[in-house]
């Protein structure tokens, strides 16, 4: 599979990263053949996070890839912590657990890239720093990042974390995608015009942060997936026509919108199924042009002006 580079660090990862939040949902069988087609696609990043299954996914995910020395060496993990039942902890003590306990399920040594997940109102800036320290000197992670935030948090955070941030993690999706198309729509009246988010998409490219679209096939929040749905039936009649052109599946034209993004993204998928992990794989293959690309997005709805 195409890789590209993960934020500023010298770690070559695949342009889509497999998303492993749903292992818990299928048996283990059908999770050791998940986890071996990916390998077999070339998708050898593995998206954790300490909530999934309560950490019953990263136990099955270590489980049925028989983690060894030699198959770390072949692997790139990352997960996230600071998510707590009813409240967010970016505490030092929090996040130092989070990664022991992430580290034994997992049973690895250490973590290539580790996100702080959603934000905590609570963050005390210089808790995180100390624990990132602590975490990098004792060689449990190499990378750190960080997941749905905005510039003035990641700022926040910059001022005390010596480390570079090298992802965020993002919802983003052809129906979710208003970091993208607020572009143009600058000083506009309309609603697609709102700067919701501070204008993250083009902070992350100006600081070399990878952003990685999570729910790439997801409308509203989880809400259910746009493809083949029928209240989406102009975009699906354009990704479908430009599916048949290229003859691949509606999946891979979803993702490979994505992708087609000079911000050079790492879309993390979602599914379990084997086949729907190919298609998606396969978007690394395809390069939309400007006229498919933005067919799709004002087929999706949005206007230019």
């Not at 022991?100 to 049973?107: A, C, P, S, V």
């Not at 290539?112 to 990132?132: C, K, N, Q, Y």
């Not at 509606?250 to 050079?264: D, E, Q």
């Not at 599914?271 to 992990?277: A, F, I």
Request: hydrophobic share 40%; proline share 4%; with cysteine.
């Amino acid at each position: 599979m195409r890789t590209i580079k993960l934020g500023t660090t010298d770690l070559d990862v695949p342009v889509v990263a497999v998303g492993c939040m749903r292992l818990d949902t299928i048996d283990r069988a059908d999770a050791q053949a998940f986890v071996q087609t990916a390998l077999d696609q070339g998708a050898t990043f593995f998206d954790h996070a300490d909530i999934y299954g309560g950490g019953k996914c990263e136990e099955i995910f270590a489980d049925v890839i028989e983690m060894s020395s030699s198959v770390r060496e072949k692997i790139i993990l990352q997960s996230k912590c600071g998510i707590r039942k009813d409240s967010f902890d970016f505490s030092k003590e929090h996040i130092l657990s989070s990664v022991d306990g992430i580290l034994k399920r997992l049973k690895t040594d250490y973590l290539d890239i580790l996100l702080l997940h959603r934000p905590d109102a609570l963050v005390e800036p210089e808790e995180v720093a100390a624990a990132f320290d602590q975490l990098e000197q004792e060689g449990k992670v190499r990378h750190f990042g960080v997941s749905n935030q905005t510039p003035r948090q990641i700022e926040l955070l910059k001022k005390f974390v010596k480390q570079p941030v090298v992802a965020n993690q993002l919802q983003l999706s052809i129906t979710n995608a208003s970091m993208i198309t607020r572009g143009w729509n600058v000083n506009m009246e309309n609603a697609e015009a709102v700067d919701r988010d501070g204008g993250i998409l083009d902070y992350c490219r100006l600081h070399d942060i990878t952003i990685q679209p999570w729910s790439p096939f997801q409308f509203g929040f989880f809400e259910g997936v746009f493809l083949d749905n029928p209240k989406f039936p102009e975009l699906n009649a354009k990704i479908d026509e430009i599916a048949a052109k290229y003859n691949v599946s509606n999946t891979t034209i979803a993702m490979g919108w994505l992708l087609r993004h000079p911000a050079k993204m790492q879309p993390v998928t979602g599914t379990m199924n084997v086949q729907r992990l190919k298609d998606c794989v396969k978007a690394s293959e395809i390069n939309l042009t400007r006229e498919e690309w933005y067919g799709v997005a004002t087929a999706a709805g949005y206007v230019l002006p």
